[in-house]
């Protein structure tokens, strides 16, 4: 059974940066696309960036743009997101997830979810 988690979630303060990353567990996952998706509580779960299996294609949402970076290193099984000069409005669980398929920016194309990791950005 192949299981993501996602780590480096924490408390920040406005400005700071973190690094999220997901490992893939129980096997490697072959030409899959990868993103990562976030979620404030009472609101929809949204689109943050995306990358391709060969990391030659790589989206970004407009609200992300300039100030992360998506990564992955296939041998290893991770993907990872640097976040820099945060927001409070960045606050929310962040997901990572993997598609069986192209890039993708809509969740509901996404196969496999992890569990979420909190980021917090005080103000």
């Known amino acids: 059974q192949v299981q993501l988690v996602e780590s480096g979630g924490g408390l920040v303060q406005a400005g700071g940066s973190l690094r999220l990353s997901c490992v893939a567990s129980?096997?490697?996952?072959?030409?899959?696309?990868m993103g990562w998706f976030r979620q404030a509580p009472g609101k929809e779960r949204e689109f943050v960036a995306a990358i391709s299996w060969s990391a030659g294609s790589k989206y970004f949402a407009d609200f992300v743009k300039g100030r992360f970076s998506i990564s992955r290193d296939n041998v290893k099984n991770t993907m990872s997101l640097q976040m820099n000069s945060l927001k409070p409005e960045d606050t929310a669980v962040y997901f990572c997830?993997?598609?069986?398929?192209?890039?993708?920016?809509?969740?509901?194309?996404?196969?496999?979810w992890g569990q979420g990791t909190q980021v917090t950005v005080s103000s």
């Open positions: 129980g096997r490697t996952i072959n030409n899959s696309a």
């Open positions: 997830a993997a598609r069986f398929g192209r890039l993708a920016a809509q969740a509901a194309l996404y196969d496999l």
